[in-house]
Structure formats: structure tokens, C-alpha cells
């Protein structure tokens, strides 16, 4: 929706990046915009970054120039992260943090916690304060306790 007040020649000079498209499905001002964006940025030869959850094609938008010129784009798919993927994200994040969890608590979390980024991020931020706070080391009944109070 900012796209309604931005200055749309000056963005489409630099690859762009426009997030949540979705959310401009029914506001006819900002499709407009993103429309006159992504022709100008395509006449200059920059990229445009397009995200938003779910297919293009099922984004609704309402100008049917716009919505065809979405389905056009070319389509990448980001899934949840894996076990060892997330099973780095919680390491990293306690590492961060200069935690040193015992060996059982990440495979128990990553278990348990929802498949994102943020889930890791808050979890880890969690347990960093309910130990700092009761001084308990970071252990699996721990992990336990954190996420029965973040549930």
C-alpha cells in the first residue's frame, strides 16, 4: 500500500523489491501503482522482486493488466525449513546469544516448534530469559517448560 504515495520513475531506476502483494488485492490505488512499477522497471531493464504468500495466479488481483503480467513472472517457491536446516538456525541462534544448550535440547525443539525461522528465533529468546532468570542451565525440561508457556 505504499506504493500509492511513492515515487514510482525514481524506484523503477534500481532493482526493487515489493513484499506482500496480496495485501494490495483490493486496493485499486496501489495495483495501479505496482502496475506503472513493474512496466517502467521492465522498459528500464531493472529486476522487480515480487513476494506474497501462496500462487501469483491466486493473489486476486482486480486490474487484470497487473494480474496477467504476475502470472508472466517467473516463480520461486521458498518451503519450511528441514531438520537440519532448522536444527542450524537453532544452533545459531543460541551461539548468538552465547548459549550453550545441553546435546538433547535442539533435536527436542526442532521436534516441536513451528517449521519457521521466527519459531526458532523465539523459542531460543525464551529460553535465554526463563534461564537467565530461574539461573537453570538450558536443558531439555527446560525447552519442555518454554514452549508449554509459549503454546
Known sequence: SDLIDADIPAL??????????????????????????????????????????GAPNHWGMSLPDLQSRIDAAGVATLNAPDDTLLSAVIAKQFNDRQLMPRPDVIPYLVLRIDRSFAAARDVVAAMDEHSLSR???????LAGQVLDNLG
Not at 532493482?15 to 494490495?24: F, G, Q, S
Not at 486496493?27 to 513493474?38: C, E, I, P
Not at 539461573?135 to 525440561?141: D, S, Y
Open 12 to 53: 523503477a531506476l534500481t532493482p526493487t523489491a515489493i513484499e506482500n502483494l496480496p495485501d494490495i488485492a483490493k486496493n485499486q490505488a496501489a495495483q495501479t501503482a505496482l502496475f506503472h512499477l513493474h512496466n517502467l522497471m521492465q522498459s528500464n531493464g531493472q529486476p522487480l522482486l515480487m513476494t506474497g504468500t
Open 135 to 141: 539461573h537453570k542451565p538450558l536443558t531439555r525440561a
